[in-house]
């Protein structure tokens, strides 16, 4: 940590609640990798099953969903050691974020690709229903996202700021007990009732749900790969910006935030007094930024304009005319 405070080779030196931030958020990243391995170990599972127990088609299919899920968060995990390495830190080159993002967006891909693959599969080449023996994969899958997601959810706990990428893991993880559960529950009810619709209706349902749930991941992380990020996340990092401001004792005039995934930069405009000198002006505008940085959590880099406070208009007396007044009864008139 000691050579991260002098700087770099540049002279560049490196903020440390800013190396702070970005290495908390890629040692929680770490969440991401144990659920990759979680996931390999599922899938391998449901290999074994589908070769040496029964060919179902469902099976099959679902434990190439955890492989697929086993790749994508392992990307996930590296893209955000990445963007925390050393060298990204040095140069402050914090737009490598928007890997995190790019990431996201293509596990969200990936998973709607796999879920109509599933579902096709499952409504298509199935024409009798999987032993119900086998209805065990997926609903012990479902049990075990449904345990990934309360482990990442008590690591979140600790982090003040919103990590973009583990927040998809979690919804993933949250379709995924739906859809396995619901599997499951299907291939259980088709062999009660002997016919293979009970276990076709219910994923055509399921599936479309997730899939709607998948394409507002992809548009929200869209979002933060191509532009400022989405609307409501930007507005609510600009409220916090503009409330530490005020409590700090500044008027804020304007304030823009772009969003890198998990992480943010800001430009505030705040008003000084006209009287303030340059020099005066610029060590408030320092300290002002220092102590966003301290006050947002997502916040890695502030630039403060400092502008003349504008000048309150003066208020006009108010004139009271006498024919306003109230007269005493009778008053003025002729006799």
């Known amino acids: 940590m ?5 700087g770099n080779s540049r002279g560049v030196r490196a903020p440390v609640p800013v190396v702070r931030k970005i290495l908390i958020a890629s040692e929680e990243a770490n969440g991401a990798l144990h659920v990759a391995v979680v996931s390999s170990i599922l899938a391998l599972i449901g290999f074994a ?4 127990s029964y060919p179902s088609g469902i099976v099959l299919f679902e434990a190439l969903v955890w492989l697929v899920e086993a790749l994508s968060f392992m990307g996930i995990a590296l893209s955000m050691k990445i963007a925390g390495s050393r060298m990204m830190l040095y140069r402050a080159r914090y737009e490598f974020f928007r890997v995190e993002a790019l990431a996201s967006v293509v596990v969200g891909l990936v998973s ?5 693959l599933v579902v096709f599969k499952s409504i298509v080449g199935v024409r009798e229903p999987t032993p119900s023996v086998l209805a065990l994969y997926p609903i012990g899958s479902g049990l075990v996202s449904y345990v990934l997601e309360s482990y990442l959810k008590r690591r979140l706990r600790k982090v003040s700021f919103k990590l973009a ?6 919804s993933k993880l949250r379709y995924d007990v739906l859809v396995e559960i619901g599997g ?5 009810a088709a062999n009660f009732l002997g016919n293979v619709l009970a276990e076709k209706i219910p994923l055509l349902a399921i599936g479309a749900y997730v899939v709607h749930g998948l394409v507002a991941i992809i548009y929200d992380n869209a979002l933060y790969l191509l532009g400022p990020g989405p609307y409501k996340h930007m507005v609510e990092v600009r409220r916090r910006i503009a409330r530490a401001a005020r409590r700090l004792g500044y008027s804020v005039r304007r304030v823009r935030v772009t ?6 930069e800001a ?3 705040v008003e000084l007094g006209g009287e303030q000198a340059l020099k005066e002006a610029h060590r408030r505008a320092l300290h002002l930024a220092r102590r966003l940085i301290h006050e947002v959590p997502e916040l890695l880099r502030v630039l403060v304009v400092t502008v003349p406070s504008r000048p309150r208009p003066k208020r006009k007396p108010v004139e009271v005319h006498e024919s306003s007044r109230e007269r005493p009864e009778g008053a003025g008139e002729r006799q």
């Open 184 to 188: 499951g529950i299907a291939i259980l």
């Open 49 to 52: 099953l589908y070769k040496y």
């Open 267 to 269: 430009e505030v405009w």
């Open 165 to 170: 990428s583990i927040h998809v893991v979690m």
């Open 112 to 116: 709607v690709v796999m879920v109509f």
């Open 259 to 264: 969003l890198y995934g998990s992480f943010a």
């Open 2 to 6: 000691k050579a991260w405070r002098r």
